[in-house]
């Protein structure tokens, strides 16, 4: 059968194959999760269950339940300073999966060119593809701790460039961006006109600074799709819920879009979500405080082994170069789990420039780091 | 609460070099600290956390709340009577308490037999206690914040992007 052109365009994921292997293997100490080890706190599970005996199984207002929306602008207002209006600024999504789909698909016209930073998260290219766009990858480097500034903009733009994807902290390298660096980039982001999709799921677990939303900056509020959720800082992946704010005009686009793909998100993962926004910021302090350890734990103990780490600004991935020992990424990846049943994530599976790299998630209890260190400190001795 | 005593509080195997690492602190500076904390008695000590529900019972015990009503004494009000009775190494727990009655015990024993021959002959002859009600426990379902089950198995992916 003849399918679809684009569809056929995008790649598959390239390390499916190598996923397949670490799925079907036992007893496999893996540093290769992208999602927190903690279940989402009691309170918010119960709340949900209460909520489906109390009978709250029918649809919502597509944009999301009006109090969720109240709760999240209230939520973002406090810990941000983030102003977005309820009814027209707001949309609740199934997961920052689906609202960066929307955004997309409500602003890119046929050939139109997406910037985006990478080694980055899996899906970003293939969307842009998928909705008729051009994905442009900037490199980054680890001399400069896998940040873009204003010159890597300056650049990679030119007249076809309708927008840029920013992800901070970042999946898979953990880098984040101080406000000061934010604001060269806002500068750069004026100059060129762009639209900004800001991925910000791991904003929460920002271990050195405060977290700066991209909206904040001067004149960035009225051209960023501020894209958040749930899952990371709650520990709710399996839950799919998020949300994008965004001035009204793409709003109102992405809500249509929304409404007839997905009409809205389960009932019970808003009712959820509205518990986490009003009781759970001490199980959140709690997670970021094990997170920190766990990183500052791990950087020190790679850096010691030789396999040089940046140290991570957020999120709960470590990015260490394995170059030292001539292997490739995949190939490194395939020998540590064949020789120490360690799973990590080849760095190539975050594009070409994470090649010489593997993301080892500290997503993991403190016992099984410590093991999987000891693991990987005896295969890299053993040569 | 000192992020030293929060990391020990979770895994009390963790050594100075470990919490050094993951506190970005010099190992002597967190040796130090335990030292210090050991030496001022905010450490009492180092135990396992074990899971009695999973002996044996023969090998078991049984234990019981009571509750113990008792009247003040001029000057100490509960605390010696409180000493009078913690004393005894059937009792494992002993609390002040606000309420109907003043002291809360738990109490362990081999036997129910034992545990009442702890009532009767030490606990209630004593001369300030006013009375007791016992409740024996049935089954622990979580203590001190550890649920009493074996550590469910990973519901994660081995492996996500």
């Known amino acids: 059968m003849k399918m679809n052109k684009k569809a056929e365009i995008i790649p598959p994921s390239g390390i499916r194959a190598f996923f397949d292997l670490v799925l079907g293997m036992k007893d496999v100490i893996s ?19 209460y909520s489906i005996e109390e009978g709250y199984t029918s649809y919502t207002s597509n944009k999301g339940l009006l109090e969720l929306r109240h709760d999240l602008s209230r939520h973002l207002k406090s810990a941000y300073g983030l102003d977005y209006d309820t009814e027209d600024e707001m949309l609740i999504t199934v997961g920052v999966s689906e609202a960066f789909d929307l955004a997309l698909r409500a602003l890119l016209n046929r050939g139109d060119r997406v910037l985006i930073p990478e080694p980055c998260y899996v899906s970003y290219g293939p969307i842009v593809t998928l909705c008729g766009g051009e994905p442009v990858f900037i490199r980054t480097r680890p001399d400069n701790g896998f940040k873009i500034t204003a010159k890597d903009i300056d650049r990679y733009c030119d007249k076809k460039t309708k927008a840029i994807i920013l992800n901070y902290p970042n999946n898979p390298t953990g880098a984040s961006y101080s406000r000061e660096e934010l604001k060269g980039i806002s500068r750069a982001v004026s100059r060129h006109d762009l639209a900004v999709l800001s991925d910000e799921i791991y904003c929460e677990l920002t271990y050195d600074f405060r977290h700066t939303p991209f909206p904040m900056l001067a004149g960035m509020k009225e051209r960023t799709v501020y894209l958040n959720g749930f899952s990371k800082a709650y520990a709710m992946t399996g839950w799919r819920i998020g949300y994008a704010c965004a001035p009204r005009e793409i709003i109102h ?55 040089d780490c940046h140290r991570p600004e957020g999120a709960f991935y470590a990015f260490p170069s394995i170059k030292k020992t001539g292997l490739g990424s995949m190939d490194f990846s395939r020998a540590l789990l064949k020789e120490e049943n360690v799973a990590v994530v080849p760095g190539t599976a975050f594009g070409p420039s994470g090649e010489g790299y593997v993301r080892m998630s500290y997503a993991s209890s403190m016992e099984n780091i410590k093991e999987a260190l000891v693991r990987i400190k005896r295969f890299l001795n053993r040569g | 609460m000192d992020e030293i005593l929060e990391i020990l509080e979770k895994d009390s195997r963790t050594t100075p070099e470990e919490i050094a690492r993951m506190l970005k602190k010099k190992s002597g500076f967190v040796r130090k600290a335990i030292k210090g904390y050991e030496k001022d008695g905010v450490i009492l000590k180092y135990k396992a956390v074990i899971n009695k529900e999973m002996i044996r019972k023969e090998d078991g015990s049984v234990r019981a709340l009571i509750e113990v009503r008792v009247a003040p004494q001029k000057n100490v009000g509960f605390d010696h009577i409180a000493e009078r009775i913690y004393q005894f190494p059937e009792v494992t727990s002993c609390y002040l ?13 081999k036997s129910i037999h034992m545990i009442s021959n702890f009532i009767a002959e030490k606990l209630s002859p004593l001369e300030n206690v006013r009375g007791t009600v016992t409740h024996f426990l049935l089954k622990k379902y979580k203590e001190d914040g550890d649920l009493l089950k074996r550590p469910r198995s990973e519901k994660r992916l081995a492996i996500s992007l």
């Open chain 1, 31 to 49: 540093l290769g999760v992208g999602e927190p080890d903690f279940t989402t706190p009691w309170n918010i599970r119960e709340t949900a269950i």
């Open chain 1, 253 to 307: 686009h992405m809500t249509k879009i929304h409404q007839y793909t997905m009409m809205c998100v389960p009932t019970v993962s808003q009712m959820a979500a509205r518990e986490a926004l009003k009781r759970a910021s001490g199980s959140v302090q709690a997670m970021k405080r094990e997170y920190k350890r766990r990183r500052n734990y791990i950087v020190s103990a790679l850096n010691e082994m030789a396999l």
């Open chain 2, 97 to 109: 308490m606000s309420g109907t009655y003043d002291l809360l015990l738990v109490v362990e024993g």
